[in-house]
Every structure is written in structure tokens, then in C-alpha cells.
């Protein structure tokens, strides 16, 4: 139902003024080609900085791609932009427009923007405040709200006034485990009984894990795979992810430990590596005998995870994914 | 997570590039200009029950001030009913053309104006909703300002109703200026800075008595849009007000509110699509 081909935009350079740098212009998307079904929960996962929400915003008519060609239920979103609004609806990461509305209101006065009458949004915003438990706080503005409690009140203004696809930038942001599961329900309520498209947009693995049939892992503005969660995971198989935590720092005078310095990921006093099982069963025999043992605090075996998979295709932000 | 495999959705089908060759589906409704002006001048009107009435009073207290402080300078006459005719245009001024333009400015910076740019909404109806519901938070400030006015300087009551005129026509002439200059600036400060020069011209060239200024900036005084409203107010504390004068700035009035508010809506759709 949506097709990207070849999508490339280039932000210009900025020339430094007096005493700022400038900044080089910059690649957002590179030549993005996607397919997305209609019905599928299709996410977008990458650090941050590598182009989703540039992404996102020109499949929405909101940027001109400088070129390539975005099709929507077969409509040319790069020559009509205007059509974007009355195919899809989008959350964006910001909420400015409707900060200083109450959470009833912004609901009500999105509908009507997106073209139901006065009796239509009024039904459609009730029955998504109470879906989404946003009852009990419907008449206070989304600015004294906490965090999360507003990013729901922005997802609810989204689903008010059917649309055959939802674009969604980060929408669990700061939401609490009942909210997100909220959002979740909600979303597989539409996909089972009007077969609604989701595009998601995500820097949590762990949600790319459980919620999505695919995922595209964007990097530096390149999409570097698109499979189903677990196609990607079988890139990686062959290995396991060991995950040790030191008492206060790595005993580097053990030999042993010393070697493996190299290959992990070091964040603090946690170190992470990716071992094929027989090395990772000796690492294990090593720390948690001998005098490494004194100096661990914890250790863990893991099948790999998407956050795996990412590192592995070789992506930028080597420190890995924000993770939930 | 999904309980619900894609395969089997209503028109699901997971084949890559189904949807060639298929004719484009139908669109969703559009939301027509009427109904969507209101609803964005309820909203906006709402906002400012929460975060605009405090500013309100500001106005309404520069105004007044600004009159007890001119009644050791003017001494009757034309001269006070220029004075409270400035003083209640420029708390106009002030919401219209100042919070306006700030408004705007950050929305648009803020990456707001996504919000209503993904809306099937026709741009005319988000600027004209907005720059209604300011020009309406102006209502009861300037009412207060003129009658205090006419208080202070013993000026007639009589004609007061020409606000009922006076208010929409220059703010519509005024809100669509800080609507341009918010969505125009290429930075939210720049908006505010205009916003505020604007507001500041409001206040010197229209309050302060014309006759006693260089010409250069009488000049500029005939270019400010609120200057036809101070005029036409003005105008009505006579005896036998020259009510052809009147409706003829007035209607400089509303021409210069169609043409900025035309200049706004153009500004808005340039803004948002970047
Ligand atoms: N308006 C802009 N002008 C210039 N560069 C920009 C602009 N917006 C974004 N960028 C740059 O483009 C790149 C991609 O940004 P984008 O916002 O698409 O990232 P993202 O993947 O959505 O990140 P996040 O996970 O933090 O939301 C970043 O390097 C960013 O600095
Ligand atoms: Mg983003």
C-alpha cells in the first residue's frame, strides 16, 4: 500500500557565522527504497540522528524529497502532498499545536480537522478517551500533563478520524507499561477490524522485537535491512550475547580477561560481547572461576536481540540502541 | 505482540508491490473551510482561558496607564480623543500583532505547524481561525480602555457602539500582519522582535498626538493599519462625527485586513511544507 523508491534528501550546509561553526550539508535519507502491505505494523529502527523522522516526514507530504517517489494507496505523495492529509494520519514527535488544549479538546478539534462533523467527533473522541483511559484527565490541558500522559493524549487526537494508515513517530515515548499497552491494543484493534496500516517509528528495540512484522534498520540515512524481527535475528544465530558486570572495574591483570578487551563493548563497568556459544561457554568457565570471579558483579547469557543484529550489520552508533 | 497474522486482514495481502496497477484508493473527507474555521477558533479561544488572560490584563493596564500618564500632556480636545482612541487600539495592537506573531513563530519553529499541516484543513481556515479568536481576546480589554478613557478625559460615550466595527476591522488588519510576520520570520525570535516593533509602533505613532511629529514620522503613521482605527474611532468623540470619514477608514481597515490576512495564509502554506 506504500511504496518508496530511491527517497533522497540532503539538508543544505549552513555557513558558520561569527564565532559558530557551520555545519557540511548532510545526507538525512540515501536512495530509501520500501514496500510496506497494508495491514502490516511496519517499523523504522535506528540510533539516533539516522533520518527516520526525516523519513517519515516525507512520506507524509510534510518535505520534499529532492528526489525519488513516495506512492500511498496509489496516490504520488511527492506531486500531490495535499492527499497525504486524507490517507494517512501522522504523530509527530512534537506537540506544540496542542499543548495548551485540554485533552478532550485537542481530541474533538483534531476530528474536525480532519473533516468528521460536530456529532462525529464528539462520538469518535469519547470512544477513544475511554479506550485509550484517558477519561479521568479528558478536561486538563496536555501542558500540565505528565510526559507520557500527554504523548497518549497526542496518539488519541491521531486516531480520531479513521485513516487507512497511521504514522506514528515514537509514539510510546515516556509511557508507563499500561500506556503502552494501551497504544499497542489500540493499534491491533483498527489492524484486525479495518485492516489499518501502522508505520512506526522507533529507537526501542525491545518494542521492534514484540510489536512489528517488519522492521527496516535505518543508518546514516541508508536502510542496511528490512526482514520480520526474527529473519533478522537468524543473521545472527551463530551467537550469543554475554553481558558482564564488574564490581568496580574489569580485572585487566587476569590474562584472560585482558584478551578480551578488544572485542567488547564497554559501557561503564558493563562489558558486552558477541561470541560464537563455545567461546562464550569458555568466557563464562574464565570469570566465573579464578580471580576474575572476586572483581564480577553479574553476568548474563542472552540469544541475540535486534540491538545485536543492528551492531552486526555494522551500524554507526556502535555504543548500540536505546534500550527500554 | 499481534494477535492477528497480516495474511488474514480484511484486503491483506503481503506481496510486495500489490499496489501497482490498482486504481488509487479513495480519499478521506476534506474539512471544509467553515466548520474547521470554528473549531479552530474554539480552540484557540480555549487557550487562552488557560494561558492568555493573565497578558490580557497586562494590556489593558498599559493602556490605562498609558492615558493617566498623557492627561498631564494633552489638554482636551482633539488631542485626548486621539489619546483614547490610540490607548484602546493599541491593546489591539498588543494581542493581535504581538502574541500573534509570537505565536506563530514558535509554533512554526517548534515543528507545530506539522500538526495542521498533515489536517485535511484548509490553510485559510487555521490563520483566520487564529487571527479571529485574538482579535476576540482584545474585546473585553479594549472596551475597559475606552470607557475608562472617556472617564479620565470627559470624553462622550455616546458613539462607543463604532467598537463593535472598529475591533474586528483592525484586528483583523492587525492580526493578520502578526500572523505574516510570526510565520515569515525566518527565526522565533525574529517573530517576537517584529511582533514587539510592531506593537511599539502601535503605541508611539498612535497615541501620541499626530500633529506634533516630524513628518517622516507622520509618514509612518499613515502606513500602520492600526492608525485607521485610532482615526476612526477618534473621530466619533466629536460633536457630529464625519461619519463618511469614519467608513472610509474603516474600510482602509478592512482592505488592509484582507490583504494581510491573504499575505498570512500564502506565509502559512510556505511554512508548512518545508
Ligand atoms: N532541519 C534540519 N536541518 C538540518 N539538519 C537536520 C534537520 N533536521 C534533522 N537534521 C539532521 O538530519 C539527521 C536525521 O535527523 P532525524 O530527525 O531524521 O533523525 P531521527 O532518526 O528521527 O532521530 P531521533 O531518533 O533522535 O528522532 C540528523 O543528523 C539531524 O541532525
Ligand atoms: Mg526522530
Known sequence: MCAVRGLTKTYPAVRGRRGAPGTPALRATDDVRLDIAQGEIFGLLGPNGAGKTTLVRQLTGLMRPDSGSVEILGHDIVCHPERAARILAYLGQESSALDELTVSLAAETTGRLRGLDARRARAERDAVLDELGLAPIAGRPLKKLSGGQRRLACFASALVGERPLLVLDEPTTGMDPVARRAVWSAVDRRRAERGTTVLLVTHNVIEAETVLDRVAVLDRGRVIACDTPSGLKERVAGEVRVELLWRERAPLEVPEVAALQDRALESGRRWTLRLAPEEARTVVATVTGGAAFAALDDFTLATPSLEDVYLALGGAAQKGLVKA | ?274
Open chain 2, 1 to 274: 505482540m499481534s494477535v492477528v497474522p497480516a495474511e488474514v486482514l480484511p484486503g491483506g495481502a503481503l506481496a510486495a508491490d500489490e499496489t501497482s496497477g490498482r486504481a488509487p484508493a479513495a480519499l478521506g473527507p476534506r474539512a471544509r473551510l467553515w466548520p474547521s474555521l470554528c473549531a479552530v477558533y474554539r480552540a484557540q479561544l480555549s487557550r487562552a482561558r488557560v494561558a492568555r488572560i493573565p497578558l490580557l490584563f497586562v494590556a489593558t493596564f498599559q493602556s490605562i496607564g498609558i492615558m493617566i500618564l498623557m492627561r498631564g500632556v494633552v489638554d482636551g480636545g482633539a488631542e485626548a480623543q486621539a489619546v483614547v482612541a490610540g490607548s484602546s487600539v493599541l491593546v489591539v495592537a498588543f494581542v493581535a500583532l504581538n502574541l500573534l506573531a509570537q505565536y506563530f513563530g514558535q509554533l512554526r519553529a517548534s515543528g507545530g505547524l506539522d500538526h495542521y499541516a498533515t489536517l485535511p484543513v484548509p490553510p485559510a481556515a487555521v490563520v483566520l481561525g487564529a487571527a479571529g479568536a485574538y482579535a476576540s481576546f482584545t474585546v473585553p480589554g479594549t472596551v475597559v480602555t475606552a470607557v475608562t478613557g472617556c472617564l479620565l478625559f470627559g470624553l462622550p460615550m455616546t458613539h462607543l457602539w463604532i467598537l463593535v466595527a472598529v475591533i474586528p476591522l483592525a484586528g483583523a488588519a492587525l492580526a493578520g500582519l502578526g500572523a505574516a510576520l510570526g510565520l515569515l520570520a525566518p527565526r522565533p525570535e525574529l517573530a517576537t522582535l517584529l511582533g514587539q516593533l510592531g506593537m511599539s509602533a502601535a503605541l508611539l505613532l498612535g497615541v501620541l498626538p499626530a500633529d506634533r511629529m516630524p513628518e517622516v514620522v507622520r509618514f509612518a503613521r499613515d502606513l500602520l493599519p492600526s492608525t485607521y482605527g485610532v482615526e476612526a474611532f477618534a473621530r466619533t468623540f466629536g460633536e457630529a462625527p464625519a461619519w463618511g470619514f469614519v467608513l472610509g477608514d474603516l474600510a482602509v481597515c478592512a482592505v488592509v485586513g484582507v490583504v494581510s490576512l491573504a499575505v498570512a495564509t500564502w506565509a502559512y502554506r510556505r511554512a508548512a511544507v518545508r
